[in-house]
């Protein structure tokens, strides 16, 4: 009993064995009451009949030929005078004499039954009077074996136990199938659930319909995937990192024994302790985007947010980032609405239009122009910053804001990005419960666009 399909098949078994038997009984009750009850009338109406006939003329030919026709019918009939004795008979009177003794006197005119206890005794009885110009002469006894209803309830005793052998037979098939149908998929999404337990996330379970199985199936299948993804994530995040770790280390470690060991010109040492200081910034950057990406993972990253003029707060970016563009042979354009002011963290929101700002240099080339926009639609704020650089392929546009995800990897380290920009862009733009999208064209440029909430006019 510890598998789920026999107790299954158990539990329905017994309630609708015990529905069917309940059912069957109860049907049984009926058919049996009702057929005995249509004997009785019909035996009471043949009484009647009879006692209309010999109304009309109450005399021996009569009732010798009343009698006559009983006795060719599976129905006998006793006629009895009012005084009580036996006019005439197809039955022998000692078969029907204590019947005829539980007679009462007082018959109502449409009869009555005289016995209907068909079980214990041997004939079942009704009588009807015989009454003339108001008067009652005698009576019509009507009298059937119960002989022929014994067999009549045997033959539907026969026909019920077939009939219940067969209704139960297919209802343990039909709940053995059914519980196969239903155990079957819980047995696939066990072994699945054992699998995921195990680190193996590749599983792959079979639709089973729109249902609550269904559901199951599909949620452990999201889950797989999910867990699977998040594994190979995992692995690409170390693998990365310790790249990323590795490469200044070894470039730290390199020139450092270099400056270390040899006898160099102030021209050489200069270069390599520049160097030196370049991956130690760089290694530095690594480590607080770490950190950074670490605190949102955990939800300890801290969202202080305050009340922002946009207007003063997209001026003091303009005029921060204005020369790194210059120095580039670029153009920066900045538009921006008087009175409008946004909920957000200072800090936090500067670091997010930092991060795309410093893209729109690093791909981008001289002459180039990058505009950052703000502007207002029902209620949201929509931040757009836009270039004409060189613009991402199409290929690469679903896993940029992958952590570690560079477009170039060739160029990466050229470039001076850690590959976590974008990743710490989104958990922020996240964490102020905004949205960030991307649309962009090779050889004609990308544009960001970020939507807050909260838009507010003074």
């Known amino acids: 009993m510890n598998k789920l399909s026999i107790k299954l098949g158990t539990v329905f078994f017994l309630i609708i064995f015990g529905l069917e038997t309940f059912m069957f009984f109860f049907l049984h009750s009926a058919l049996v009451d009702s057929r005995v009850e249509e004997e009785l009338t019909s035996l009471q109406a043949r009484g009647n009949s009879h006692s209309s006939i010999l109304e009309k003329q109450f005399n021996e030919d009569t009732i010798s030929h009343v009698t006559l026709m009983e ?6 009939v006793v006629i009895t005078n009012i005084a009580g004795p036996i006019l005439d008979s197809s039955v022998p009177s000692k078969d029907i004499i204590e019947y005829l ?13 005289v016995e209907d206890n068909w079980k214990e005794e041997s004939f079942i009885s009704t009588v009807s009077p015989i009454e003339i110009n108001g008067q009652t002469m005698g009576f019509v006894y009507m009298f059937q074996n119960t002989e022929s209803i014994h067999s009549l309830i045997e033959r539907l005793n026969d026909h019920f136990l077939l009939t219940g052998f067969i209704a139960i037979s297919l209802t343990f098939i039909i709940i053995i199938i059914l519980s196969k149908a239903l155990v079957n998929p819980l047995i696939k999404m066990k072994e699945a659930t054992f699998k995921i337990s195990k680190g193996d996330f590749s599983v792959s379970l079979p639709k089973t319909g729109k249902d609550e199985l269904g559901d199951l199936a599909e949620s452990i299948q999201l889950l797989a995937d999910d867990l699977n993804y998040l594994k190979q994530e995992r692995n ?18 390199g020139y450092t024994d270099i400056v270390h060991r040899r006898n160099l010109s102030i021209e050489d040492r200069d270069k390599y302790l520049t160097i030196i200081l370049e991956e130690t910034h760089r290694l530095s950057d690594l480590i607080k985007d770490l950190f950074d990406l670490a605190k949102i993972d955990k939800n ?6 305050k009340l922002i003029d946009l ?21 920066l354009v900045v538009e921006c609405p008087n009175n409008l002011y946004l909920t957000a963290d200072p800090s936090r929101l500067e670091q997010i239009i930092f991060n ?19 502007s207002s639609k029902k ?3 929509h931040i757009r910053i836009a270039d004409n650089g060189k613009g991402i392929p199409a290929e690469d546009i679903p896993y940029i804001f992958n952590r570690f995800y560079r477009v170039e990897k060739s160029r990466s380290r050229a470039l ?11 958990e922020l733009v996240l964490a102020h419960g905004g949205t960030i999208t991307v649309h962009s064209e090779e050889k004609k440029g990308t544009e960001f666009e970020i939507i807050f909430k909260g838009a507010e006019k003074r």
Not at 71 to 76: C, G, L
């Open 300 to 305: 300890s990253f801290v969202i202080q947010k």
């Open 236 to 253: 690409d995040f170390l693998a990365s990192i310790s790249h990323e770790l590795r490469t200044p280390l070894t470039y730290i470690k």
């Open 379 to 381: 209620h949201d704020v």
């Open 416 to 426: 001076g990005g850690t590959g976590m920009g974008l990743a710490i862009v989104r």
């Open 311 to 331: 207007t003063d707060f997209v001026f003091k970016i303009e005029q921060k980032f204005t020369p790194a563009f210059l120095e580039k042979n670029m153009s």
């Open 356 to 374: 795309l700002l410093d893209n729109a240099i690093k791909y981008s080339a001289p002459g180039d122009k990058t505009t950052l926009t703000v």
């Open 71 to 76: 006795s060719e019918a599976n129905t006998d």
């Open 101 to 113: 003794e539980k007679s009462v006197s007082d018959i109502p005119r449409e009869g009555q039954i």
